[in-house]
Structures are given as structure tokens and as C-alpha cells.
């Protein structure tokens, strides 16, 4: 078995093999049984249902700007680092 992505993958199940959709369920199911309790089963169902209808939450974080405001400021002379503590 093996993931492909979002609702995608391939698996050999007794000798069948499944891709798309029915691959990625199996693959789901296989995996949620191997937790140990029922009530950790069930949030991770309420957490895949979830993820099936809503996009994953990316955020691209940008530090071009403050490497560039870094490089410009004025070097701090180390006395006067230590006069402020």
C-alpha cells in the first residue's frame, strides 16, 4: 500500500490490486484500526472527514524582507549591547 496524495493510492490486497479511491480507503482503514482505542479511532474519522471537504491549510512565510532589513541596520558596537542588560 502506499499513498499517492489526496484520495489517491495503490495497494495489492490479497493478491488484487486496487488503485484511486478504492486504494486510498482501504489504506485509511487498514491504518485506523491499528490505533488502539475507539475514541482515538473516532477523532481521526472526524479529522479525515474533515480534511476530505476542505483544502489544507498552507502558509508560505517570507523572510526576504526582514534578511534584507538585517543586513542594512547598523552593526551594534558589543559595549553598548552590554550597558542595556
Same mark, same amino acid.
Given at each position: 500500500?502506499?499513498?499517492?496524495?489526496?484520495? @489517491?493510492?495503490?495497494? &495489492?490486497? /490479497?493478491g488484487v490490486d486496487l488503485t484511486g /479511491?478504492?486504494a486510498w480507503w482501504v489504506r485509511r482503514?487498514?491504518? #485506523?484500526?491499528?490505533?488502539? &482505542?475507539?475514541? +482515538? &479511532?473516532? @477523532?481521526?474519522? #472526524?479529522?479525515?472527514?474533515?480534511?476530505? /471537504? /476542505? @483544502?489544507?491549510?498552507?502558509?508560505? %512565510?517570507?523572510? +526576504?524582507?526582514? &534578511?534584507?532589513? %538585517? +543586513?542594512?541596520?547598523?552593526?551594534?558596537?558589543?559595549?553598548? %549591547?552590554? +550597558? @542595556?542588560?
Open positions: 500500500m502506499a499513498s499517492l496524495g489526496h484520495t @489517491r493510492a495503490v495497494a &495489492r490486497v /490479497f /479511491f478504492a482503514t487498514y491504518y #485506523l484500526f491499528q490505533m488502539p &482505542r475507539w475514541d +482515538r &479511532r473516532m @477523532r481521526i474519522v #472526524l479529522d479525515w472527514t474533515v480534511a476530505l /471537504f /476542505f @483544502r489544507p491549510d498552507i502558509t508560505k %512565510v517570507e523572510l +526576504r524582507v526582514e &534578511r534584507e532589513q %538585517v +543586513r542594512q541596520a547598523p552593526e551594534i558596537p558589543r559595549a553598548a %549591547v552590554s +550597558r @542595556r542588560q
